[in-house]
């Protein structure tokens, strides 16, 4: 089994006093044990902020099984088409819950201004993408975004 690794949940090891910490790393193991543990491209790079040296960074990767496996153009392309539907059907002005996906209004109880939700960057569609073509899964908590715009791959959260 390939099993693709999104961010968050390498994080979660990473940052001391994550509060998904045990579980994400429960399930790393899980998953190694059953295969490969990959990256794209750009998981790599965010990853790279927590290190502060590259050697650092590879021999994280080392002890923890995970490599890189480049994205393709298929992927890329995907991904951009993707994003493209997301950016056109994206209301600016509404929330969306990263658990299940649904989008919802929040306004201030004081004076009624809306609050913007969090805006996906390509970022996140490549990582999809990449895991859609490279993986039989992703490791996410990022789980409501993955099965809105993602529902063809499988997505595996800590939550």
């Not at 902020?49 to 890189?68: D, I, N, V, W, Y």
Request: aromatic fraction near 10%.
């Amino acid at each position: 089994m390939i099993t693709a690794v999104d961010t968050n949940i390498i994080l979660d090891i990473l940052i001391p006093n994550e509060p998904f910490r045990a579980s994400s790393q429960k399930l790393l193991e899980r998953f190694w044990a059953k295969g490969k543990l990959i990256l794209s491209e750009i998981v790599l790079a965010e990853l790279a902020s927590q290190f502060p040296a590259e050697e650092k960074l590879k021999q994280f990767l080392l002890e923890t099984g995970m490599r890189l496996e480049r994205s393709n153009e298929k992927s890329l392309y995907l991904a951009g088409r993707r994003w493209s539907k997301y950016v056109s059907r994206r209301n600016k002005k509404r929330l969306f819950c990263r658990q299940c996906g649904h989008d919802f209004d929040l306004a201030c109880p004081r004076c009624r201004a809306e609050f913007a939700g969090r805006f996906h960057i390509l970022a996140d569609f490549l990582i999809g993408a990449h895991a859609l073509e490279k993986a039989d899964c992703l490791l996410s908590r990022d789980r409501g975004f993955y099965k809105t715009y993602f529902s063809d791959l499988r997505i595996i959260g800590t939550i």
